[in-house]
């Protein structure tokens, strides 16, 4: 019983979703209900999909439909057959974890192999990820699971060069632009960096967002060769590379659940790094109230972790705790962080100097594990690289290497804010502030965004401004002046300065 | 901005889903992409749904599609307005669980009225069930479950009498049509059970289906009231109730990981009975290779959680372990199972014997809980109930009650199939004769199923016959035989016989 394939022009994310009439002959057969798992194939290829049994004049007689992801990796010539989906047998190392039996490198490498051909349902990969939160994962187990993911995608190599640099940021500081300084620097001073970077995902911005803004970035990966071999660096988006593919089907689940992971975050870091060819990896740990990483204990225990696996796979990770209570720089938002980043490599009067801080401290480190200087040393050497203008012509290099520099263009729309009160500024909630910017637009608007006129420890008076929404329309600008007028707090003013500031 | 309702035609179970065109403003607005959770809601309700993006060339401008579950929810008179789906605050419980926390029993009543509204994804259902499987919940939180499980649901009363029986069965065992002997001979003694039952959900037949071979069974609340006024029992199907109708959604979510979880099992069974109004609750539990429950240290486990769960809430519960090593009675598939109940209450030549006496070993242990007596007293009250015609008189009353009595047919197609050498019958395997009876076309085709000629222990010859399938049609006759013919050792024949046997 063969079926024609019909695009459904139904958007499931990576969930692979088929469509059949409730009165084909294949639904009476099997005893198939909607939610079961089937099998589909034609004479070259198979996928699980998870059957949504449709009305008989949604479809076609004798046509199946597709969900886009499926649709994408089937050749619309050739019929398919569908049948009850074969038992998954990974699945049942997945129960013994949940049951928290211990699992073996070959048990974790049957379950990360079958995610990554499709045979689990989101259903299947949030049993597997609850079953592995917390701290239920060992240090042996996140070591196999890391090794895992590593293995089922590609891998980028670089004959000749024994040292690949990379650097990765525990998330959830807005305006933390500090990876295309650090590279700048890094390789300005001789240290291969082959940066890939993702887009954002739930913040205003990712690396490659902001890169995006100033030159292309997606490179394949000759291209990428290309650029790192006569520059030393590229600063591109490492999406379509194929780097550690079953991370992106975990963190999706995982965002559903909102479920922190440590062994997780760990193996989706190491993963895509290692993959990419890393052998000296800095991670930035920044802890505040409102970052990722909430407090020193979790802190070092992320530490540990990420040191010890590293350790185990033959990389060299250093971890960096950093000051995580508010955002770094002024602009939040692609073209915005992309003008602090170039105001910083440029020396402009009015860069700013968090920004600049961080990134020098970040690049003496990864200097420190380069050149084994010492770390004074390192600072210096990356200050003066980056006074000197090196740092900036590194930059360019890169930028034309990749197919040219553009410069970033201001927001047609913008409205200061400013505050309603005389006070000191007590609190920044980096997660309203990064709210605030993606309801001007951000990242998918680039111009869009906010610039943060205040730190910590500020004081103001009433009419001051606080802060600048940018944005594309007038409308997008109105949606998020309307949240911030019920938000203010989001930057909290008190009459008296707040003791630890 | 109001969208007008359309139904989608899709079939995705009791998963909401909403489809909104990929240009719909909402979603620039919003920034919607597939697969978040959005809040639906008109003047009268809300819904929270998961968002499928389609092509704008799917659905009319202005308009938002919704699967068949969610379409019968709301009325499609009123516009509905989209937003961001709140966050659902019982699901840091979940996390807190996943993280192996107890809980409290507020906190798992925050988690089920959650689910019970619609509030929870099958991913986050998943996480739940994942969280509490194995053995990870405390009796103290298997009985919170319970309990938190009848509140959402509705929930039967029976006004002046102070004793309710019931009986379950731990299933996965083929043909084990107790339920109808046991309710008659029980009700036949002054026991009043109020039996409600459920149709198959992956077996070929469940009491409900079995009972609608001869009988209504889709009764109203008030009917069933009047059913059991007049004749001290019902055998209805308990599906539309409303009863701990939480169950069905993790039910389904179960079955799709496979999970065995002691804590669900146990909440489950549970919040039907009491939410039924039960007061005395007798549990089968079956115990055999192929059998849900495979050892007698699961079973005792097992059964401890039942008598200390039911006395927390104040039920009378009795477990008893029986022989699971094998399908019970000849019948296997509604009409057959039927057709077999029957044979034993008329105490015909051919009744299957091990059907008539478990349904006796039964019926006597409700009759020690009902009316006080020894088991070798109960027992022989109801094989006197059983062997008078009583039983029959009052099954038959029941049935007559219920909307009249219908004698089950015979399949149209009939195939015997016989042994392919002399030997020993040394195992049956409970899985693969069930569904070998499903791919008949039991549960839904009544008339299919299969007959079992054999029992284990039992000494064939060549070309005796072993099992006879029956079939609605010659397609679904000739679909069975197929997989009969790759997987004949379902009866496992051997030249010596098993030392167990």
């Given at each position: ?77 050739h019929d398919v ?86 650097k990765h940021c ?312 309307l949240y911030y ?17």
């Amino acid at each position: 019983m063969k079926l024609k394939a019909i695009r459904m022009g139904i958007d499931t994310h990576q969930e692979f979703v088929v469509y059949i009439r409730a009165d084909a002959a294949v639904v009476r057969a099997e005893g198939f209900t909607s939610s079961v798992r089937v099998m589909i194939s034609d004479e070259r290829q198979e996928a699980i999909a998870t059957l949504n049994v449709v009305d008989a004049d949604k479809l076609e007689d004798g046509c199946v439909g597709m969900s886009n992801a499926l649709w994408d990796v089937f050749d619309p010539e050739h019929d398919v057959a569908i049948s009850h989906a074969p038992v998954v047998s990974s699945m049942s190392q997945v129960r013994a974890k949940i049951y928290n039996r211990h699992l073996s490198a070959p048990e974790l490498s049957d379950i990360i192999r079958d995610i990554a051909r499709g045979y689990y349902s989101d259903v299947q990969i949030s049993a597997f990820l609850s079953a592995c939160a917390g701290s239920r994962l060992s240090l042996d187990e996140i070591t196999s699971l890391t090794s895992a993911m590593v293995n089922v995608g590609h891998r980028l190599t670089w004959p000749g060069i024994s040292h690949i640099y990379d650097k990765h940021c525990i998330g959830g500081l807005p305006g933390n632009r500090t990876t295309p300084l650090v590279v700048a620097i890094a390789s300005a001073c001789g240290l291969v960096v082959p940066k890939t970077s993702s887009r954002a995902i739930t913040s205003p911005a990712g690396t490659a967002d902001t890169m995006e803004v100033m030159t292309p970035v997606d490179l394949g990966i000759d291209d990428m060769r290309r650029v790192v071999e006569s520059t030393g660096a590229c600063l591109a988006w490492g999406g379509a590379m194929g780097l550690s593919p079953v991370d992106d089907l975990l963190i999706r689940v995982e965002r559903i659940l909102d479920l922190d992971s440590k062994g997780q975050m760990v193996a989706s870091v190491l993963s895509k790094k290692i993959a990419a060819g890393s052998t000296h990896i800095l991670i930035d740990v920044p802890v505040g109230a409102t970052a990722k990483v909430r407090n020193l204990d979790t802190a070092h225990g992320l530490m540990a972790s990420f040191e010890h696996v590293g350790n185990a796979l033959g990389v060299h990770v250093q971890c960096v705790i950093t000051d995580g209570s508010q955002p770094v720089g002024n602009g939040i938002g692609p073209s915005l962080e992309a003008r602090d980043v170039l105001a910083v490599l440029r020396g402009d009067a009015g860069a700013p100097e968090d920004l600049r801080q961080k990134s020098l401290e970040l690049a003496a480190h990864m200097l420190t594990m380069g050149l084994g200087l010492a770390y004074d040393d390192a600072w210096e050497k990356a200050r003066q690289v980056l006074d000197s203008g090196q740092a900036l012509q590194q930059f360019e290099r890169i930028c034309r290497a990749q197919g040219g520099f553009t410069e970033p263009v201001p927001a047609p729309f913008t409205r200061v804010l400013a505050a309603h009160q005389d006070g000191h500024v007590n609190a920044i909630d980096s997660r309203r502030i990064a709210r605030l910017a993606k309801l001007a637009g951000a990242p998918k608007v680039p111009v869009a965004g906010l610039d943060l006129h205040v730190k910590l420890g500020d004081r103001v008076s009433k009419d001051d401004a606080l802060l600048t929404i940018h944005a594309q329309t007038e409308g997008e600008l109105d949606y998020a002046l309307l949240y911030y007028l019920h938000n203010r707090d989001m930057i909290f003013l008190e009459d008296k300065p707040c003791p630890a500031s």
